[in-house]
């Protein structure tokens, strides 16, 4: 059974400040989502990784893949109170899965991020 | 390009009741599939389809749970009958050639007295 751990899962950062948050994946894969769910609403997607060594930014967000690792990192940069929000990775598992069977994607607990002034 | 489309957004019921969602996904995606949220957790796979067929079930509790994508457009999501634990949000997400993104719908939330 893929499992796919977030770490923290509470997260307080004061504006400005820089952290990093991890994702830990258990099964071979090369695609890896990353959502943003505001409170009460759905999830946006925020970054899409599908090789070795991928990495996307947008705004004060970047988020790297290492599939060697089993691991995702969402760096955020100087940041903002716009931010709050609960990050979810997801994981793909279609290599394990024989590499023809896409979209099944397992969510990681989740980061609840809250950005004090 | 309209989203992810979903009805209705809350839905509160008793349980042993019977309840139905609905989902119109973006237009031309072949791919659906449903999820569960329960509270403080991330979404969960129930469903999966690849125009009206289903690709993965595995996660769908069957003997309550049911769903069909008729035409390979719509689809719904149907609990008969309902336990506490059912309640959670119900989100629906369609994506693209060899699902490379899902776009989510705003989920229906569901309360089970």
């Known amino acids: 059974e893929l499992k796919v751990e977030q770490n923290p899962l509470f997260l307080s950062m004061q504006e400005g400040k820089n952290y990093t948050i991890y994702c830990n994946y258990s099964?071979?894969?090369?695609?890896l989502y990353w959502y943003r769910q505001d409170p009460g609403k759905s999830l946006e997607s925020l970054f899409v990784?599908?090789?070795?060594?991928a990495v996307k930014q947008e705004g004060r967000l970047m988020a790297s893949l290492d599939t060697k690792a089993r691991l995702s990192t969402l760096h955020i940069t100087a940041a903002v109170h716009d931010l709050s929000a609960t990050y979810f990775c997801?994981?793909?598992?279609?290599?394990?899965?024989?590499?023809?069977?896409?979209?099944?994607?397992?969510f990681g607990q989740g980061t609840i991020l809250t950005v004090h002034p | 390009e309209a989203g992810v489309a979903q009805s209705p957004r809350y839905k509160i019921i008793e349980k042993r009741q019977s309840v139905a969602f609905w989902c119109n996904p973006i237009?031309?995606?072949?791919?659906l599939y449903w999820y569960q949220q329960i509270l403080g957790q991330g979404p969960k796979l129930l469903i999966q389809?690849?125009?009206?067929?289903?690709?993965?079930d595995s996660q769908l509790p069957k003997d309550r749970f049911s769903a069909e994508r008729l035409k390979g457009v719509d689809s719904t999501l149907k609990i008969q009958p309902a336990k506490l634990e059912d309640s959670a949000v119900y989100l629906c997400?369609?994506?693209?050639?060899?699902?490379?993104?899902?776009?989510f719908g705003p989920g229906t939330r569901l309360t089970v007295l």
């Open positions: 997400a369609s994506s693209g050639i060899l699902a490379a993104e899902q776009f």
């Open positions: 990784l599908l090789s070795n060594g």
């Open positions: 997801a994981v793909d598992p279609y290599l394990a899965l024989g590499g023809t069977s896409y979209g099944k994607l397992t």
């Open positions: 389809f690849q125009n009206n067929g289903v690709v993965d």
């Open positions: 099964t071979t894969s090369d695609r």
């Open positions: 237009s031309g995606h072949a791919t």
